[in-house]
């Protein structure tokens, strides 16, 4: 474990297995940048799990449309995001740094969170429910948050396509 911004930490090149950046891209100024050289520092075989906001989710969607676009304390516009992704965009990013990606996953609204005391009664069960189907049908709408399960690109001789 390092105590220091993801910059500043002196990793160790080809030594780590998991690569875990859990809502970290979207805080530094050059996310791409990161990614470069948490690769240099990755395994060959390691596995990336990064996760980034949705800022297509339907919340931020509707308030655009009324022209807002609030800085928060939390969440999708938490007033520190240096940068807002879609699928796509984190996508693009994901492979301009040399990663493969091999799953995505979306994660919905933190219901728990939101209504404190509802876990276990119906009403919360069946919002549950809706929200999975809703994810299920529309994530590019509903998801709140992209999660990414990448490794490092091969490139077609052998060598690493980023240059690393």
Not at 13 to 36: K, S
Not at 42 to 64: G, K, Q
């Amino acid at each position: 474990m390092f105590n220091s911004t993801v910059e500043q930490a002196r990793l160790v090149p080809g030594a780590y297995d998991a690569i875990v950046c859990a809502d970290v891209i979207e805080h530094v100024p050059d996310p791409a940048g990161v990614l470069r050289d948490l690769r240099k520092a990755a395994a060959p075989d390691a596995t990336f799990i990064i996760s980034v906001p949705n800022v297509a989710h339907l919340a931020v969607r509707m308030m655009l449309l009324f022209g807002r676009f609030p800085k928060m304390d939390r969440g999708i516009l938490d007033r520190t995001h240096l940068h807002f992704f879609t699928k796509d965009t984190a996508t693009a990013l994901l492979q301009s740094a040399g990663l493969k990606i091999e799953q995505i996953h979306c994660t919905g609204v933190p219901l728990d969170e939101v209504f404190k005391t509802g876990e276990g009664k119906w009403w919360f069960i069946a919002l549950m429910r809706s929200q999975h189907m809703m994810l299920s049908l529309l994530p590019r709408l509903f998801a709140m948050q992209w999660v990414f399960v990448a490794r490092k690109m091969p490139s077609a001789n052998g060598t690493d396509p980023t240059g690393f």
